[in-house]
């Protein structure tokens, strides 16, 4: 029933969402809406990792290939989609915590879900407000960048962003993005329910006395 509730209220919840949270932040992923205080404070500080030197020179071309890619909006995207990729977790809490809004009335389904769209503007509000985003894409981007890439090819990757068919790249890629979360979702979520199915069939058959 639970489960079935969590699917309910949160369709727009995508499969491809909780993936790209994961996958592309997860040190984020710690910072649930759903813990608890205590949870929180038994949370390790992150250890403070001394940067690579990098060259004024390359410095300058990943600062300019990070803004021809506008990278400061895509990871504000990124932001957007941990903070969605939370609400089941937020929900599965309240549930928890709040047994009386387990139910299929529709006026305690209103309920829970003002509760959530509250919590869960609050929490987007926060990590706005707490977390730097270019900070975050300075101390992430340019040792990985300063890693992976030499100057030269740093300026070739700013050459192809810089033609036309670089900058249709750069626009259409959002599209492209969420047109593969949309198929990826069309493709996965039904096989990925009919397993879940499968597995609860089997332990509520392993659960019934035997005769």
């Known amino acids: 029933m639970r489960n079935y509730k969590l699917n309910r209220i949160f369709t727009n919840v995508t499969l491809s969402s909780l ?4 996958l592309i932040l997860p040190s984020f992923n710690n910072q649930a809406i759903a813990q608890t205080p205590q949870e929180i404070s038994n949370i390790a500080k992150p250890t403070k990792l001394s940067s690579p030197v990098i060259s004024q020179e390359k410095r300058a071309l990943i ?3 990070l803004e021809i890619t506008e990278s400061s909006k895509n990871a504000q995207q990124i932001m957007d989609a941990m903070v969605r990729a939370e609400l089941p977790k937020l929900v599965s809490t309240i549930l928890k915590n709040a047994p009386a809004l387990d139910s299929d009335s529709p006026e305690v389904q209103k309920k829970l879900s003002d509760i959530v769209s509250r ?3 609050k929490y ?3 990590v706005i407000k707490k977390i730097d985003v270019n900070q975050l894409i300075d101390e992430v981007s340019y040792p990985i960048y300063d890693k992976y890439f030499t100057t030269s090819e740093l300026r070739d990757i700013i050459g192809f962003y810089n033609s ?14 969420g047109d593969s979360m949309k198929r990826t ?7 990925m329910s009919s397993i879940m199915a499968e ?4 332990e509520l058959l392993n659960a ?4």
């Open 19 to 22: 993936l790209t949270a994961t």
């Open 63 to 65: 600062k300019e290939l």
């Open 119 to 121: 919590m869960a503007g």
């Open 124 to 126: 987007r509000d926060r």
């Open 164 to 177: 036309a068919t670089g900058k249709k790249a750069i626009a259409v890629l959002p599209q492209v993005i």
């Open 185 to 191: 979702n069309e493709i996965l979520l039904p096989k």
């Open 199 to 202: 597995i609860i069939a089997e």
């Open 208 to 211: 019934l006395p035997r005769k």
